[in-house]
């Protein structure tokens, strides 16, 4: 009878255990999937942010060379006298190629009609360009355009800048660079890329560059390779490109990111891919194995709960077995006593474990890191290996992943070699050998790991010392400053290098700045002109007229010529300032803040009176400042201007005033143009950020500004949106505050 109901339980406990083991393991599986899921995701969204960002840094370097290249006066003369003799930018495309990134790179000359007047790549020109939207937009604008775009040779990066002689449009300098550079970076990163252009452009490229397509999509970076081309062919490029988030095709992830031009107009694709073996799911499969491991934890404790409970049931029947038992855990209690006084008599620190906690120790761990018990060391560190210290030694181990194991794992994966361990105890290092075990405990049937701790610091200190008076220290002082001195040239010239690099990415953010700068000038003496020169062409027609007429007398002759004379000194001040504002400072100097300020204001006047804004400052005549009195006044400038354009960007704007002031050391500028948006306010300073169009601002005014007040002048700059009043009214806007 008893044996009988010793099998039916059995038989329960076994069902049970087997639908906890099964559920348990669907639910593992289940969460082993949806963390890969989002593992895989976040690849994802890193190779789009990835593409994104090496598709806006390629077309802002693009951009950047256009606009310098676009200074060479040679391009205007080629167009004012229409012959290309002297235009040669060939040789300069093949040092491009042996020198930097942009291997390929094409540059046009468009005349102002329309028509090819000069390319680099081949010596073809005079067909007309007027199918181009781009060339259309830039014409009818005459401003810069930078964009993406499918022409009859590739899907390329285009920056066209508009060429000028005395305000007189004469074409169009353009640079064409290709998707090469950026597929050679995802490359570099262990990515495959496949940049294709949109297969309604196939009949538009009539002269293919890489001389590739996959179906109806031309591929235009000349580096695919021909296994992943093969791979998406296999898989059905559509079926990618309909893809919303990503795939795994044989063992990759695959993606893809959209190219978009021109309002919202899809241009063209980049398919993306990334080995699987690429991509650390360590985490995913130590969740997993720990997972597992408390499932079968929970049914031994539920084997335990269940013996328990039926032995209590059957109390009567089994009361001996129960004695039995009860001795036998006294034993095991009895023999787990006597093995920590084994423990404990020994002098180096032994610690069992199982690779990641520690289950047990003897009494010299806690004694060494003064601790009163196990518990207490264990609430601070989860493994001993959490103390070892980083001596930068293979065999000196520490808390790190060897190739797929923790670090007993590897002592035991090698048992010839002599790990050891460096611990600090009262900031002094101590030195350990590791010696592993790994055992079974008949108990449990688990794998624990018995580490012994042997203090070696004696013996390290004594090979120091030896080591100190070994009679070879010349040779290995010799040998040690060869290496120093190697190592401090190496370090020399990669400083030289970056340094270099640093200096010219300033030089042409500089250089942008200040050409930005010169057109906003160049606009303003446009508006300072209009009034003289219209009062010098008047006088004249009347002094003409006059003349025809026979009434001149040389009173009214003296007075006209008076306001020629005046007029044109006007003009040649306005040139003056002009100069003087852009010429660079030698050295620094002592200048008055608010006459600084006064000259901005000169400068800008008839802009200011034609878009009706009011400037109001209040600046104490005698506050001086020392620096860079022009550097100083292009990054007020820059301010100022940015305030013209919010305030001219908002139509129904009444009341339009910005307002200068100076207290408290604070230098504060303020608009009234409602403020900036919150999600960009912190943004606004970025370089190459901006929210105008890309013909109508590069992004680098404020940034710009913030150099020079920062870096150059030594001060500090930052923005917020303020409410102030003015006129019984309250405005609200703007507000840059440089700390001087």
Known sequence: MLKNKFILNFLFFTLISLIIYSISTIYINKEERKQLSEKYQNISNNLKTTVSTLITDKKNATLAMAMSIAKDKKIAEALLSKSNIHVDYKNFSLELRETTRFKNVWFQIIDKDGNSFYRSWTDKSADSLRFRKDVQEVIKNKKILASISVGRFDMTFKSMVPIFHNNEFLGIFEVITHFNSISKVLENNKIDSLVLANKRFKDKITYPFSNKFLDDYYIANLGAKKSFIDLVEKEGIENILSLKNYKIVDNNILTHFEIVEFGKNLIGHVILSINLNNVNIHD????????????????FLFALLYTIVSYYIYSKSIKKLNNELENNLEKIKTQEKKNQIILDSQKNIIVITDGYYIKNSNKQLLNFFNFKSLEKFKEKYECICQTFVDM?????????????????????????????????????????????????????E????????????????????????????????????????????SLEKRVIEESEKNKEKDRMLFQQNKMAA????????????????????????????????GIVDNNNFNTTCDLILKNSSYLSQTIEDFKNFFKKDREKCNFLLKKSIAENITLLKEKLKHDQIQVLV??????????????????????????????????????????IDY????????????????????????????????????????????????????FNIDVENIDFEYNNEILHGASFKIHL
């Open 284 to 299: 995913i499969k130590k969740f997993k194995r720990n997972s597992q491991a408390y499932v079968f934890l929970f049914i």
């Open 392 to 444: 930068n030694d293979k065999y000196y181990l520490i808390d790190k992943d060897y190739n797929g194991k923790n670090w007993a794992e590897h002592i035991l994966a090698n048992p010839d070699k002599k790990f050891k361990a460096a611990i600090k105890k009262d900031g002094i290092l101590r030195h350990f050998t590791l010696n592993v075990n790994s055992t079974i405990f008949d108990e449990e």
């Open 518 to 549: 010169m057109g906003e000038m160049l606009s303003n003496i446009a508006h300072q002109w209009r009034q003289p020169l219209a009062s010098i062409s008047a006088a004249i027609s009347s002094l003409k007229l006059q003349k025809e007429l």
């Open 446 to 489: 688990i794998p624990y790991i018995i580490v012994t701790l042997t203090d070696i610091t004696q013996e390290i200190e004594q090979q120091k010392k030896l080591k100190n008076l070994n009679g070879n220290l010349e040779l290995l002082v010799e040998n040690k400053t060869k290496e120093l001195k190697e190592l401090n040239e």
């Open 618 to 659: 209040d600046i104490d005549d005698t506050i001086e400042l020392f620096g860079y009195k022009n550097e100083f006044q292009q990054a007020i400038l820059n301010i100022i201007n940015n305030s013209i354009d919010a305030l001219n960007s908002k139509d129904d704007i009444k009341i339009k005033i910005i307002k």
């Open 663 to 714: 207290a408290n050391k604070i230098l504060s500028i303020t608009d009234s143009a409602r403020g900036i948006k919150k999600e960009i306010l912190t943004r606004i300073f970025e370089p190459y950020f901006t929210t105008k169009h890309q013909s109508q601002g590069t992004g680098i005014g404020l940034y710009m500004t913030r150099e020079i007040l920062t870096k150059h002048m030594g």
